[in-house]
């Protein structure tokens, strides 16, 4: 019995120790993309936010990689429940065969265009598959999240700001 009490003490112990571990780490701030990662996330919001952006190229692309940045942001603070499925998510989504057959993208993210990914996410807006509607709809939210998440992007909704004095 006492063998039993252990192993569940120490069984107890490091359990709490892993916990506090990956709170660590999720309170570390945003989880780094891989350059494919990267890559997918900026044609996605490029496409999701195409309207928003400016025209100018080098202005647009400083502000996509701002919203990838934010994006990372985001996740962190998620479950790692859904940190993990996202996680699974973009490996499919940066893979080729992945890109090909399930996205329906036959060039790299970097060279697809706008027209190209938008198509792609209409599809998975639509689909009569739960799953990728719900991919679509977690790009979706992690996009527009990350846009709107700057002070500078409020204006164009009409959002004022946070309320003031109340507290």
Sequence with gaps: MNGARRQFLRTGLAGGLLLSFCGWLNAAGARPFAVGE???LAAIANALLDGA???EREARRRLVERTVDAIGTEIAGLALATQKELG????LMVLAPGRMIIIGVGKSWRAASVAEVAEFL???RTSRLSLLQSAYAALHDLTFGAWYAHQDTWEAIGYPGPPRGYF
């Design 38 to 40: 990267r890559e997918m």
């Design 53 to 55: 952006l400016p025209s």
């Design 88 to 91: 699974e998510l973009f490996s």
């Design 122 to 124: 209409q599809s998975w």
